[in-house]
């Protein structure tokens, strides 16, 4: 039998994280990353920790999050997706598992990352949508909420988007893009950037929200990034609006017609 080595296995998972406790593993609640590496041991036989490229929070969607784990499996890198997804329960999926490149970091080697937060405009709460749109009864002047979002583009410290108890020393992040889209009743809030602060999105959907309401003067973003005060911005929009859509790791170009699409 032939020396098996050890290799780095890089898989893009997409999951409902309705039941969850977030991504990350936690004593007593079930997360994420503990049903995809429970599912990974039975596979390979082996106790893998698994690096996710984000940590998203109780409720929190996503598209397109990375993770990498180590492995000497003789799985087959494209194989993993396959097999992991008749393991796993149904709300987390392997949207597609390859050989990582030398050097990857889950992480670490993240460059940008795009997320989308939906809002329910509509005086009453739709059934089908409650666990992905935040139902917001009050008409939205979407015009309001596009000229407001092209505020957070640029390189700013975010310190005012940071929530509270955050520990983040370095609060300065660059977004690329911000725009907010309007299809029927749904409001969509896209945003691109180098990283982000803890609910730093959240507080963005939150402020845009109340500046479509009239319940905050257009200019909240800048004040709150020129202050640096959290005061200055809106509430914290519930999680389950959010979705991870996609990770980026030095390939800035695509993020463009990636974020396109979405628009």
Not at 89 to 113: C, Q
Not at 223 to 239: H, N, Q, V, W
């Amino acid at each position: 039998m032939g020396i098996r080595r050890m290799r780095r296995v890089r898989l893009i998972v997409e999951y409902d994280g309705t039941g969850y406790s977030g991504w990350q593993r936690q004593i007593n609640a079930v997360s994420v990353q503990q049903r995809l590496e429970e599912a990974i041991a039975r596979l390979t036989g082996q106790v893998v920790s698994v690096v996710g490229s984000s940590r998203t929070d109780a409720g929190v969607h996503a598209l397109g999050l990375n993770v990498h784990f180590d492995t000497d499996s003789p799985v087959p890198d494209e194989k993993f997706s396959y097999a992991l997804n008749t393991m796993l329960p149904p709300d987390i999926r392997v949207r597609a598992s390859m050989a990582a490149p030398e050097g990857f970091h889950a992480r670490f080697g993240a460059t940008g990352k795009v997320y989308r937060y939906l809002i329910y405009n509509f005086p009453h709460a739709g059934a089908l949508n409650r666990n992905t749109h935040w139902h917001v009864m009050l008409p939205l002047d979407v015009a309001a909420m596009r000229r407001e979002a092209a505020l957070m583009v640029g390189e700013h410290d975010f310190k005012a988007f940071a929530a509270s108890g955050s520990i983040v020393k370095d609060t300065v992040r660059t977004i690329y893009r911000c725009q907010v889209d309007a299809r029927g009743h749904e409001v969509r809030v896209m945003v691109y950037g180098n990283g982000f602060l803890y609910n730093m999105v959240r507080i963005l959907a939150g402020t845009l929200v109340g500046v479509g309401e009239g319940k905050l003067a257009e200019g909240a973003i800048r004040r709150a990034i020129e202050s640096g005060d959290r005061l200055a911005l809106g509430m914290t929009a519930p999680a389950h609006g959010l979705t991870l859509m996609r990770v980026f790791y030095g390939d800035g170009d695509a993020a463009g017609d990636y974020f396109e699409q979405w628009i």
